[in-house]
C-alpha cells in the first residue's frame, strides 16, 4: 500500500506574499515554505494556549459554583442588561 502524500497550495494577499517573500530574502527562512509553516505552527500554538484557557475559565467556574461562590443567573443578566442599557424584557 502506498503513502499519500496532499500537496496544499495557498494564494495570500499580496501584502501577506510580499512579507514571505522579504523574509525569505533575508534569510530568516530558507523559503516561503519554511515560513508559511513557522506561521501556521504559531497559529497552532495560540489557539492551543485559548483553548486551554477557556477551559481553565470553565474549571475555575464550576468549581467555584461547587463551593457556592456563585451568583443566580437572573441578577447577572440584570447586571449585563443594566451595564448594556437593554431592556428589562431583553
Known amino acids: 500500500m502506498g503513502i499519500i502524500c496532499e500537496l496544499m497550495n495557498t494564494n495570500l ?17 530558507t523559503s516561503s515554505d519554511e515560513a508559511i509553516t513557522a506561521a501556521v505552527r504559531l497559529l497552532r500554538q495560540r489557539e492551543e494556549a485559548e483553548e486551554t484557557r477557556v477551559l481553565e475559565g470553565i474549571r475555575q467556574g464550576l468549581e467555584d459554583m461547587r463551593a457556592g461562590r456563585g451568583r443566580p443567573a437572573e441578577e447577572v443578566f440584570e447586571d449585563i442588561r443594566r451595564e448594556f442599557n437593554l431592556p428589562p424584557d431583553s
Open 13 to 29: 494577499p499580496k501584502d501577506l506574499e510580499r512579507f514571505v517573500q522579504a523574509k525569505v530574502r533575508s534569510g530568516r527562512f
